[in-house]
C-alpha cells in the first residue's frame, strides 16, 4: 500500500525532468546588476523538479502526519500540552508587535513595553514574588538563569565555598543537567517511599557547600511536597536558597503562591501553563521569578515604569548577573501569555488548576485496573502509571506506547521518571473533556485485554502507521544514517 501511494517518497525522488510549477519568461536583464556575478551561481543542483499540484500535494500529506493539538488528544506527560486559543496567536501576529524592530526607541513601542510590564506585575501577583524577567526562551534556559543568578546573590555576599545544588530524584531531567551546565556539583537525593523528598536524606546532604536546593513542585511523579514549608526552612537555615521549578505550575495557579511556600526562585513556562503553543521547535518563554532578596540579581533589564506613566528598560540594575538573551526574550510568546492571564479572573485561574488536577485524577482512576498508579495515591495534573508484570505476558510499556499509536492516540511520556519501573506518565490538562479522557483510558484497557490474549500483537505494534515497529537493535549496530 504504501508503495502505491509512495506518500513516504521525498520529493526528490517524486522529480521528474522538465516538470515545473510557474513558469517565466527569461529575464530581459542581466542578474548581475542586482547581485555581484561572484555570487550568481552557475547551475541549480538537485533541486526536486515538480509540479504545482504536486508540490502543494507533497506537503499537505506531510502535514497531516503530523499529531498535533488541533486534531487529537495529546496525553505527553510533564509537557502540559492544553489547547492554545487561535485568538491569542492573531494577536501576537498583530502588525505593531510582529514587526516592532528591538532597536526601536521606546517612545515607538510603549504599548509592547506596557504589557510586558503588566505581564510581570502578574507574574509576581499570582506567585508573590517580587521580580520577574521575561528573558529566557525556555524553562530549561530559564534554570540555568535562576541558578546563574543565586550564583551572583552567593558572589555579592563573597559566599565562595557554595559548590553544590542539592536535586531530588523526582526532579525533570532538566534540573541535574542545568546545575552541572552552571559548574556546580549535583548532589542527587533519593525520594522517601511515599515519593516526596526524604527529609532526612535532604538534612543529610545540605551543608554550608550548598548554593540551591532545587525542587519540582509538583515534582515528576505528579506528587505535591506537602513538607515543602519545612523544606524551605531546613535549606534557609543551611544559608542556601530554595529554587522551584514551575513548569507544573498548571496543577497551581490560582491555588498557591509560591513565595508562600519559601521559594526564593522559580521559573515559568508560559508555553505550558499560559497558553503559548509548545513542541516542534517553536520558541518558548521560562519567565523567572525571585524573592527580593535575591531580585537585584536577575538578569538585566527588567521592564520598569518611571513616575510619569511611562515604561523603559534603562534602569540600572548594578547588581544583574548581566544579559541572558538578546533584548527582552520571546516577545510573540509573551504576548499569548499575557492574553491568557488577562483573560481570566483569579477564581478562574484557580478552576483551571483544579480542572487539570480532576482530569489527571479522573484518568488515574479510570486506569486502575489495567496499569495501576505507582504511587497509590490522589495525585496532582499528572499521573504516572505502571504495568503490572505478572499480568502483562512479557510486554512492556514501549509496547504499549507503541501499540497506543494504532488507535489514534499519541503516546504518553514513558521511562520517566525514572524511579517508577515501566512509567506511563499521562498528563491530560485541564483543556480536555469526558468524552477524551474515557476514549483514551478505553483505548488503553483494551491494549490491557490484548496482552492478556495476543500479547504478540501487542509487541509488534505500530500496525497501521507510516513506519512500524523498527529494529532498535539493528539500528543501533548498523546504523544507517543515509536516505
Ligand atoms: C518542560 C519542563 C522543563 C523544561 O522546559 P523547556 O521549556 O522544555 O526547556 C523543566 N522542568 C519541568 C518540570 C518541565 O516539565
Known sequence: MQEILATNKLSIEKSHAGRRGVRFEKPQFSPDKYVPAKYLRKSVDRLPEMTEQDTVRHFTNLSRQNYCLDSHFYPLGSCTMKYNPKAYDRLSALDGFANAHPFAPEEAVQGTLEILYNLQELLKEIT???AFTLQPAAGAHGELTGILTARAYFDAKKDKKRTEVIVPDTAHGTNPATSNMAGYKVINIHSGPDGRVDLNALQNALSERTA??????????????????QIADMVHKAGALLYMDGANFNALIGVAKSADFGVDIMHLNLHKT??????GGGPGSGPVGAAAHVAPYLPKPLVEKLPNGTFTVRGKMP??????KSFYGNIAVCLRGYAYLRQFDGKTLKEIAENAVLNANYMRVLLKEA???FFDTVCMHECVLTIQKDKMNGVHTTDVAKRLLDYGFYAPTIYFPLIVPEAIMIEPTETENRDALEAFAKALCVIFDEAQKEPQLVKDAPHNQPVCRIDEVGAAREPNLHW
Open 319 to 324: 547588581k544583574s548577573l548581566g544579559k541572558m
Open 128 to 130: 508573590g514574588l517580587s
Open 274 to 279: 499560559f497558553a503559548a503553543p509548545h513542541g
Open 371 to 373: 496499569f495501576p498508579a
Open 212 to 229: 540551591v536546593v532545587m525542587l519540582t513542585v509538583p515534582n515528576t511523579v505528579g506528587l505535591f511536597e506537602k513538607d515543602i514549608r
